[in-house]
């Protein structure tokens, strides 16, 4: 199964059990940062104990302050999850986790700290894809707590945040920010509400795009459901996220 996403013009804002392969022996920071994580994470409770096997941060205290770079060392093919911490900081970078590195995990400090932002865009001769901020090639990916970010703005045209072309990528607890664009691409949006509760629920004042709708019909409802639209039942409880199969 192939799950592809990509989020245009769009501010988008998931446990290695082994210790640190050989490999990246000295990559540790100069505090605790690689032990317990039960209280880094925000409203994961079920990642209590969540260990990781590397740390990228914008000081001296790690070994990598750039993404890509502590991305590049990690295992290949792995079959089991290797962790990588981001601590707190605004990372002006582009990210791409490559085909080969699988089961691989993005931690942020917290939703709305750890961002991820570019500015590439089709001023620079760029295709869609060739402004994505961070790009998924890889299968069974999480991210938590970050925001990814494309930040050019809607003057530079159609650009990207987020695209993923691997299988059973998850993101969680990495927020969504409002649409600041104006009319591009808004012709072949799709967006769909169902059942909403809490603030902000209220549908009355929603924006009037062609694509958008607020669904009523529980038929209708149910093949974008987790175990219909992305076979969610074989692959989810893997990624150690709460996750709701049916509604």
């Known amino acids: 199964m192939l799950v ?3 989020i245009a013009n769009a501010r988008n804002p998931p446990k290695s059990q082994q ?40 000081d001296s205290s790690c ?8 991305i590049a060392i990690t ?10 911490k981001i601590k707190v900081r605004i990372y002006q970078q582009n990210v791409v986790v490559p085909s080969n590195k699988t089961n691989l995990f993005l931690v942020g400090d917290e939703r709305g700290i750890t961002i991820i932002t570019a500015t590439k865009n089709a001023h620079e ?36 945040t987020l ?33 909403k509760f809490g603030a902000g629920a209220d549908t009355s004042k929603r924006v009037t795009w062609e694509g958008f709708k607020v669904i009523t019909d529980l038929v209708e409802v149910e093949p974008f459901t987790p175990r219909n639209f992305i076979n969610g039942s074989q692959w989810l409880n893997s990624t150690g996220f709460p996750y709701k199969l049916d509604l």
Not at 31 to 47: G, H, K, W
Request: glycine content about 8%; charged content about 15%; some cysteine.
């Open 63 to 70: 070994n990598f302050t750039i993404v890509s770079e502590a």
């Open 163 to 195: 695209a993923v072309t691997g299988s059973n990528s998850t993101f969680y607890n990495s927020g969504w920010l409002e649409w600041e664009g104006t009319t591009i691409g808004l012709n072949t949006l799709v967006y769909r509400e169902y059942k």
């Open 125 to 160: 001769g760029l295709e869609a894809l060739g402004t994505a901020t961070i790009v998924v090639q890889s299968t069974s990916f999480l991210a938590t707590n970050i925001i990814f970010q494309n930040s050019v703005g809607p003057s530079n045209e159609q650009v990207v």
């Open 75 to 84: 295992p290949v093919l792995s079959s089991s999850r290797f962790t990588i």
């Open 19 to 58: 210790g640190m392969l050989q490999d990246v022996h000295g990559l540790a920071c100069k505090n605790d940062d690689m032990l317990e994580a039960s209280n880094m994470l925000q409203d994961l409770q079920e990642l209590v104990g969540l260990n990781f096997d590397m740390v990228v941060a914008s």
């Open 4 to 6: 592809t996403l990509v």
